[in-house]
């Protein structure tokens, strides 16, 4: 009996206690409880939400980390690909070329301090090749204007007249440009070294060699950008020679200078070339040109002039031009930079870029010339 007493106090207690809880627990006590079957897939739910999470937690881990570890090297890599080479070059030690014992030297007068220098033959011909092409060029191309300048000087040594009796020839455009390794230092800046490594090892890796024609020293003319054909010699100079005929040279149109435009007005043009034109307009103009169609005569009016004088006078970059007559002034364009005969200097370095050797690009520009050494050419220069 007391068993049952205690119980039934024991309910009603709970009972109050139930009705002082808060409405939100009464609402939970009062809701009816889940089937057993909704109540484990509820767990299994809640079990697989902390999976899922984690395992998304994994892969992004495995995927974004590596990406975030690369990406610094890679910008890196980017920068450094975009880098000018002097950026690699300049960390590079500096490698002197060794050119080796010279056969003669050159008697250059140095138009700066108007003094005659004697210069060992081949230190001479990197002066000139550094001088007279970019020496960012192809390899093989510095390699070709390597002859072209050595064989300069023996001819020059053998047959020229020289430009004072005490000097071979001067450091200008009279000859060929000469630059010593100071001047070329100022010049260049930061990029000197790699610059002159580049330029000797062209020089170094012909040493000696010279063309020749018929077993002599040939005229190595050349210039920097053609109009898409070279020129024969007697169509610019007087002479004839034969191994200067024209030749394509479709590789010019690359060059930065194959096109070019100056207007002049009548005035200029009459003070200029020394002429008096009728004041009309347009003023007949005839032009007749040559083979690699450069002009060959232009008669303006009642005067008529070569189209190296009007080049000259002018100073246009070539002979092969065009004129436009518009609002009183005189428009001409041109192709091409320089005389046009001889070796394109932008030709070979476009024939260096298709795979083409300097052995290649000199016997294309200069006809049925044979590469010499100095040795077998000029004995007597060796000789002194």
């Known amino acids: 009996m007391m068993k049952k007493v205690k119980a039934k106090q024991q309910n009603s207690m709970q009972q109050k206690q139930l009705v002082r809880q808060p409405l939100a627990n009464k609402k939970q006590w009062l809701a009816p409880k889940k089937p057993y079957y909704l109540q484990k897939k509820s ?32 910008k890196g890599d980017e920068k450094a690909a975009k880098a ?15 050119l080796g014992n010279s056969p003669f030297s050159v008697s250059v007068m140095r138009s700066g301090v108007n003094k005659v220098e004697g210069i060992p033959l081949e230190e001479y011909v990197v002066g000139v090749v550094a001088s007279e092409m970019p020496a960012d060029f192809e390899p093989e191309a510095l390699k070709a204007q390597s002859l072209a300048a050595r064989t300069y000087i023996v001819n020059q040594k053998l047959h020229g007249g020289s430009a004072k009796k005490d000097s071979d020839v001067t450091d200008t455009v009279q000859h060929q440009v000469y630059k010593d390794e100071g001047q070329l230092q100022k010049q260049w800046g930061s990029d000197f070294d790699w610059k002159m490594k580049k330029v000797k090892e062209a020089v170094s890796e012909t040493k000696g060699e010279v063309l020749t024609y018929k077993d002599a020293p040939i005229t190595p003319a050349f210039f920097s950008t053609s109009n898409g054909y070279t020129e024969n010699s007697e169509d610019y100079w007087e002479n004839k020679l034969p191994y200067l005929r024209s030749v394509k040279s479709p590789w010019d ?36 040109r040559t083979d690699s169609n450069r002009v060959e005569e232009l008669q303006l009016a009642k005067h008529a002039f070569s189209g190296r004088k009007i080049r000259e006078k002018l100073e246009l970059r070539s002979s092969d031009f065009t004129i436009e007559q518009k609002n009183n002034h005189f428009i001409f364009t041109t192709k091409g930079f320089g005389h046009g005969i001889g070796m394109s200097q932008y030709g070979a370095n476009g024939m260096a870029k298709e795979g083409k050797t300097y052995q290649d690009i000199v016997q294309y520009y200069y006809q049925d010339v044979k590469i010499s050494t100095i040795n077998d050419t000029a004995p007597t220069l060796v000789a002194k």
């Open 253 to 288: 149109e690359e060059s930065p200078k194959f096109l070019d435009q100056k207007t002049f007005s009548l005035q200029q043009l009459e003070e200029t070339l020394e002429v008096d034109l009728p004041n009309q307009f347009p003023l007949p103009v005839n032009i007749t």
């Open 84 to 98: 000018p080479p002097t950026a690699h070059r300049d960390k590079a030690p500096k490698q002197d070329i060794e």
């Open 43 to 74: 767990r299994q739910l809640l079990w697989k939400v902390p999976s899922a999470i984690l395992l998304v937690c994994l892969i992004t881990i495995i995927l974004v980390v590596p990406t975030l570890i690369v990406v610094p090297y890679s």
